[in-house]
């Protein structure tokens, strides 16, 4: 029963280790960057998606999509923060940038900041990144090469448990 426990932490933390792998490589991959024109009003029925930027949930914007032929990414509704709420106006442009597999909304840059004309390519603005994207991953990844390398099976056990835990937590707050 020992050995049949065993072979199944190890196959089930080699699929966590790919798991963890891939949120790790969305998050470091190039941003996938969209043109978006402010709206001032829109009605219910043709919001198609409602995107955060790092869990700002105070104020949230109506943008329609310039140059995307994609039906889900026309109009959405995002939630920006305090000073790019304030600063822009209905006919502005911004640039929303994704990830490039999850379509998850990390960062915003709207015209009327001094970075939107100095840039050549959008693509290359360095935005930040949130910490937690990256530590989970990392985590799930060493305890899941832990589970897969060592050889005592009471310890193998426990931290198989934890990375189960672990990725639970990074499915459910980044997915």
Not at 73 to 100: A, N, W
Not at 118 to 127: F, V
Not at 137 to 161: C, D, G, W
């Amino acid at each position: 029963m020992e050995l049949k426990i065993n072979r199944l932490a190890t196959t089930f933390a080699v699929l966590f280790f790919c798991v963890a792998a891939f949120h790790f490589f969305v998050e470091i991959a190039n941003p996938r960057v969209h043109l978006y024109h402010v709206l001032n009003h829109i009605e219910e029925d043709s919001i198609m998606q409602e995107f955060d930027i790092h869990d700002f949930n105070q104020n949230s914007i109506f943008v329609s999509c310039l140059d995307s032929v994609e039906k889900d990414m026309r109009i959405v509704q995002v939630e920006v923060p305090d000073d790019v709420y304030f600063r822009i106006k209905e006919g502005d442009s911004l640039y929303i940038y994704f990830t490039p597999y999850k379509k998850d909304a990390r960062a915003i840059l709207d015209q009327r900041n001094p970075d939107f004309y100095t840039l050549k390519e959008p693509k290359k603005m360095q935005y930040s990144t949130h910490f937690g994207y990256f530590i989970l991953p990392i985590v799930v990844m060493i305890l899941s090469l832990l589970v897969i390398f060592l050889p005592y099976f009471e310890i193998k056990l426990a931290l198989f448990l934890f990375d189960i835990i672990i990725l639970t937590v990074l499915q459910w707050f980044n997915p």
